[in-house]
């Protein structure tokens, strides 16, 4: 029993290759003793093995495979409900052995068998099984593989049933503390405004009366000076804009001990690191802080296009305004599948070698692009004082893309480690955002004292975490995270030179 055990288990059973050594043993005896008999039972023998694998090559099992997620998506450190509905084309037959293909990071595959305990009036067999991620990403759910078996249970063929379905896990928003980032709006973030969307000669504070215009709306004192009746103009509400930058290269992720690995999402890899992680969650986190209190948010990257524009996850990759309902979901959506983007060139990690010193060819790679990046800047002229890269991060077409919208809304950056050159371009956008606020994510925030320092003069509140750092506290933090500059002016003392109000900031409470 224990020679049969040790066969190979891929085309017959044991029952099988008992089969098979049973026809072996009769051939030799038959040959030996010259007993027909035993002939026609070692082929007998030896034949129904070999049916039994023919049958089942050419037989093809159909199934119709079908999965339900509940949620639709997950968030990270949540569970989705998994409903399989299997149906096969052709009803009874013994009982089959199923299994669904899961990723390694949902732990034991589950296993069943076909059809179920209690099937529905159908034919349906359903099964429920719940899975649970830590880590952002798309993943391929199944397909469903089945060991099908003859009927005399003699050989036995792997089939897969169906195809695989994506599960997106999205990052899981953190609380942040209830604040209104511009001093002129109210907890819910609406301010009233006398701007018209279109100016026109009637866009003042009174306008001549018109036919069907309510007499409470007559303006007496205009009406007096300028000897006709005079409405006042309808105040309009309009809705508070915001804009959101997400640095994602390769290279402001990557240095210091933080290495870059890859999350395995089904058949994919997404480069990543602990430090870009931390980022996303913030960048979830605020956008979701802004859109449940009524602001449209421009979502941005370092370049100025969609933030959201190389995410195989997001359901409107081109979009970079969002708002309204179903803005915070597609916003979590893109950044499930967001890594980084290589820079110079070189490959991002995850894809091709998987050896041991992958990530420290990474390191030393993203190394060699900030020295890259840092020359190449230092070799670019300066404009208005400050170091210009057209099509580049936090070039020319960002900044042209910020001034486009200037005292719109409060403009926040989340970056990863940048260069004092780069410290001093961003700094003339303080005054494209009312107010500006800056999070650098870094392993090593101590190292980063120049480039807030140089933000924190311009009018930036910047501040510096490391992964490890609690999100609410950091974004409380930027409360204080000012230069000298902009603490001398008091928010009691109004607008600052800019036009912009340091009233309100985040953490403080309306």
Do not use: C
């Amino acid at each position: 029993m224990n020679l049969i055990e040790k066969l190979p288990s891929g085309l017959l059973t044991v029952r099988g290759w008992g089969f098979v050594l049973t026809a072996v043993i009769a051939l030799l005896f038959a040959q030996v003793l010259g007993r027909r008999d035993l002939l026609y039972v070692g082929v007998l023998l030896l034949a129904l093995p070999l049916a039994s694998v023919v049958v089942l090559r050419l037989v093809k099992p159909r199934f119709t495979v079908s999965r339900r997620f509940q949620p639709q998506t997950m968030e990270t450190g949540s569970t989705s409900t998994v409903t399989l509905s299997l149906t096969a084309s052709v009803a009874g037959g013994a009982s089959i052995a199923m299994e669904e293909r899961l990723p390694a990071r949902f732990g034991q595959a589950p296993r069943f068998t076909y059809p179920s305990r209690n099937p529905t009036r159908d034919g349906v067999s359903l099964y429920e099984y719940r899975i649970r991620s830590t880590s952002r990403g798309v993943y391929d759910i199944g397909p469903v593989t089945a060991e099908f078996t003859d009927p005399f249970g003699l050989g036995k063929s792997r089939h897969v049933l169906g195809t695989a379905d994506p599960l997106v896990v999205t990052p899981a928003p953190v609380e942040l503390l209830g604040s209104a980032l511009a001093g002129s709006r109210g907890n819910d973030g609406m301010a009233v405004t006398r701007r018209q969307a279109n100016p026109s000669d009637d866009d003042v504070m009174t306008r001549e009366y018109r036919h069907g215009d309510s007499l409470r709306r007559v303006h007496w004192a205009a009406t007096a000076r300028h000897s006709e009746l005079m409405v006042r103009q309808e105040e309009s509400v309009t809705t508070p804009q915001a804009t959101l930058l997400l640095d994602r290269r390769h290279s402001s992720f990557s240095t210091g001990f933080s290495a870059v690995f890859g999350a395995d999402a089904g058949d994919s890899t997404l480069s990543t690191s602990p430090t870009f992680e931390w980022a996303v969650t913030a960048a979830m986190s605020i956008s979701a802080h802004l859109l449940d209190r009524g602001y449209a948010l421009r979502f941005l990257d370092q370049q100025g296009a969609p933030a959201l524009l190389h995410s195989p996850s997001a359901p409107l990759p081109s979009e970079e305004e969002h708002h309204g309902q179903g803005a915070v979901e597609g916003i979590a959506e893109g950044l499930a599948a967001l890594g980084l983007a290589p820079e110079n060139g070189h490959r991002a990690p995850g894809h091709g070698d998987r050896s041991g010193s992958t990530a420290v060819r990474a390191g030393e790679a993203a190394r060699s692009a900030v020295r890259g990046v840092r020359g190449q800047e230092a070799e670019t002229p300066a404009k208005n004082g400050h170091a210009r890269i057209p099509h580049a991060a936090f070039g020319d077409d960002l900044l042209d893309r910020l001034a486009a919208t200037r005292h719109r809304g409060p403009l926040i950056a989340v970056l990863g480690l940048i260069t004092t050159e780069e410290a001093h371009v961003l700094a003339s956008a303080s005054d494209y955002g009312s107010p500006a606020y800056a999070i650098l994510a870094t392993d090593r925030p101590a190292d980063s004292r120049a480039q807030l320092d140089i933000l924190r003069e311009a009018g930036w509140h910047a501040t510096a975490a490391s992964p490890s750092a609690g999100l609410p506290a950091v974004w409380a933090g930027l409360e204080h995270a000012v230069g000298r500059s902009a603490a001398h002016a008091s928010p009691a003392a109004g607008p600052t030179p800019s036009g912009r109000s340091d009233a309100s900031l985040p953490g403080s409470r309306p």
